[in-house]
């Protein structure tokens, strides 16, 4: 066999996947992502088109994005922050962290009724918001008794 044939085969060649397979939690992750992009779009009336054309990528992507199918990346996620306006952990909200193993600290998670919560409270005056603030520190001594 000539180099040159040699060459034409090697290149023919499929090239080998050094990637795995996710695992179970990060398809978790992935699927919990896309249910707070699909929240959030839809919160703002946005269409699955519209977002596309604001990342630059296709409306199928956006539902792959959604559905978890694909995972989105950083810059995407911050774009998307950006589009929405929402701090970037938004994205990552009733996703559980895994406990430390040296006991470090867990943030706590918010549903659909806290990340509405918070959006109504960054609009409310500063004395409204402390207002707010006594009232909910009150419920959560009695246990909103």
């Keep these: 066999m000539t180099a040159l044939n040699q060459a034409i085969k090697t290149r023919s060649r499929a090239p080998q996947s ?3 397979s996710p695992s179970k939690r990060e398809l978790e992750i992935s699927a919990t992502v896309g249910q707070n992009i699909r ?6 009336g946005m269409s699955q088109m519209t977002l596309a054309e604001k990342l630059g990528i296709t409306f199928q ?3 792959k994005y959604e559905k978890g199918t694909n995972r989105v990346s950083a810059p995407k ?3 998307m922050a950006e589009i929405f306006k929402t701090p970037i952990s938004t994205f990552f ?4 962290l895994l406990p430390s193993k040296d006991g470090g600290v867990t943030l706590p998670t918010f549903g659909k009724d806290g990340m509405r919560a918070a959006r109504l409270f960054e609009v409310l005056p500063p004395k409204i918001q402390g207002a707010a603030l006594r009232v909910l520190q009150s419920l959560s001594e009695g246990n909103g008794e």
């Design 18 to 20: 050094n990637t795995r």
């Design 39 to 44: 929240t959030l779009r839809a919160m703002t």
């Design 61 to 63: 992507q956006v539902q």
């Design 77 to 79: 996620l911050v774009l």
């Design 93 to 96: 909200s009733n996703i559980e």
